[in-house]
Nanobody
């Protein structure tokens, strides 16, 4: 129900935008976000955006990455600028909503982003 696209290889200092298209859910009601996992490391939060548009970023990406959403397209974006080799990871999108105290959570399959010269 979540499908990422736009990953690939980019040189240090370059930019890349990844997208995540949702289906089968009322996207506008979900908090959505991006997480990443580098080889040998645990998955970490990159950025989230609530249904109200409030954003949150990991300290390591503040000022370089921007998360946004288009509810008309049921899509969340992550614009990544000034990329560094340490940004290399599998990036996955996440959508979560709470209904009557129960969490409904979905994950994408992940997409590779490699920053290398």
């Amino acid at each position: 129900q979540l499908v990422e696209s736009g990953g690939g290889l980019v040189q240090p200092g370059g930019s890349l935008r990844v997208s995540c298209a949702a289906s089968g859910i009322i996207f506008s009601m979900y908090k959505v976000g991006w997480y990443r996992q580098a080889p040998g490391k645990e998955r970490e939060l990159v950025a989230t955006i609530t249904k109200y548009g409030s954003t949150n970023y990991a300290d390591s990406v503040k000022g370089r990455f921007t998360i946004s959403r288009d509810n008309t397209k049921s899509t969340v974006y992550l614009q990544m600028n000034s990329l560094k080799p340490e940004d290399t990871a599998v990036y996955s999108c996440n959508a979560v909503n709470w209904i009557a105290g129960e969490a409904y959570e979905y994950w994408g399959q992940g997409i590779q982003v490699t920053v290398s010269s």
